[in-house]
């Protein structure tokens, strides 16, 4: 029996949902079921507007000051929670500990501060006119909005949508992913000792075609903050057309990491590059799928990269040295292990890899893949298309610049790109060629929250972070006064 039931936070309380119905939550390490999510209905939903439609007003008009001041003392919260937040994410999620504890939860600690701090100086603009006039532009919140994140960085996410909605004066309904409701749920209750409002925050747990698609629909939510997959965000944009809701999609990625012939591939690099690709088991949107090497080095280079993911170690989430966890669900593992699988079929050769492992003892029962690289398949190949989101990299030479950037923008996608270059000149010409919202060079996951973040084509609609994200949650309205 599941010792950890999980409750949904509305109107600030926790409550069980409605119909009193649960999910199993499973720890991928073992395959065990170690707690239990409101499977919560649309009508538990309807409740979580009502209470915010009912703080709104009075969030709406509380100094920025005071709402930065709230979201710094849930920071100070969770952090000071950090090792508990940080087991309860792995085990959650199957991600290693290590991750969890330097990534994971201290960059959500960094989100909400990052919001609080960057609400206080946002200020509008204003014009003199000619005619004796002033014209001015009013950032109003937009009343109660919905935020919607996946399983793969789950307090991560969840508090990169929820930090600038709250801080920009939105009454928020949340959902984390079904498959890792743990950690959210823990934000919620620290979010009532924290001190926020009744009916601010409401996280209501529960399935995506139910609560997700409630929320997205319900004519009171204003805007919807989704991340998530291709699949799952033309969904949301369908079911958010007939009301011309606001929609910001961050969705899939089939992300190039492109080696030229005159980078530094020290082993610092050459780490690097490991790491884009099987970082979190590969499941981050940002990981680089398809490893693009130039010709006249893809031998060598290929024998010290292929060295290099041989002596990853897969196993334990908990253990200090591991560095591969396990798949985050039994779902997900069957589908990597198919795109393998395809990766064979479609005439791949598998480089290393390949296989699910057997892990001993109470870890038999978990998800875990080997770090898996695919060579000889052309750029058009399904596996060089399609998103695997696992531990599993294919190798492309390329001969020339002009090639390169052609394989790395054939694809549906335009999420992230890294390059890896000792030229400054083609830094920037390749940079500015790329069809991605985001592009690397000579590193990988450098991410300031300042800065624009997003994808193109498939990869999403509109952009987060900095700015950008208190923009979507806010209605610009213009206002002009003759004096
Ligand atoms: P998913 O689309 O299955 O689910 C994401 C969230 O949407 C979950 O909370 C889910 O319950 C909910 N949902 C599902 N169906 C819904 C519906 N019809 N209406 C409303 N909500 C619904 O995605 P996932 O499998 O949880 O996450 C993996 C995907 O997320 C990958 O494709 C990955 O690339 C992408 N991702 C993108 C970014 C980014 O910033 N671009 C970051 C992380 C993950």
Known sequence: MPNLRLANLIDGRLQ??????????????????????????????????????????????????????????????????????????SRDSGKPLSLARSLD???????????AAAVVPWSSESHAMELGAINYTLRQPLGVVGCISPWNLPLYL???????????????????????????????????????????????QGRGPTVGQAIVEHRGVKAVSFTGSTRTGAQIAAAAAPQFKKVSLELGGKNPAIVFADADLGDANLDTIVRSGFANQGEI???????LVQRSIYDSFRARYLERVRALRVGDPGDAGTDLGALVSREHFDKVMACIAQARAEGGQVACGGEALALPGALSGGWYVAPTVIEGLGPDAVTNQQEI???????????????AIAIANG??????????????????????????????INCWLLRDLRTPFGGTKQSGLGREGGVEALRFFTEPKNVCIRY
């Open 389 to 403: 989101f696992g531990p599993v990299v294919s190798l492309i030479p390329f001969d020339d610049e002009e090639e």
């Open 411 to 440: 694809t549906g996608y335009g999420l992230a790109a890294s390059f890896w270059t000792g030229d400054l000149a083609r830094a920037h010409r390749v940079a500015s060629r790329l069809d991605f919202g985001i592009v690397w």
């Open 16 to 89: 069980a949902p409605r119909q009193e119905r649960w999910l199993d939550v499973f720890e991928p390490a073992t395959g065990a079921v170690f707690a239990q999510c409101p499977d919560s209905s649309a009508e538990d939903v309807d409740f979580a507007v009502a209470a915010a439609q009912r703080a709104a007003p009075a969030w709406a008009s509380t100094p920025a000051e005071q709402r930065a001041r709230l979201l710094n003392r849930l920071a100070d919260l969770i952090e000071a929670r950090l090792d508990a937040f940080a087991a309860l994410e």
């Open 158 to 204: 969840f508090t990169w949508k929820i930090a600038p909605a709250l801080a920009a004066g939105n009454a928020v309904v949340a959902k984390p992913s079904e498959i890792t409701p743990c950690t959210a749920a823990l934000l919620g209750e620290l979010s009532i000792e924290t001190g926020f409002p009744a009916g601010v925050l409401n996280i209501v």
């Open 285 to 291: 949107c940002l990981c680089g799928s398809r490893l």
């Open 105 to 115: 939860i201290p960059r959500a600690v960094s989100n909400l501060r990052y919001f």
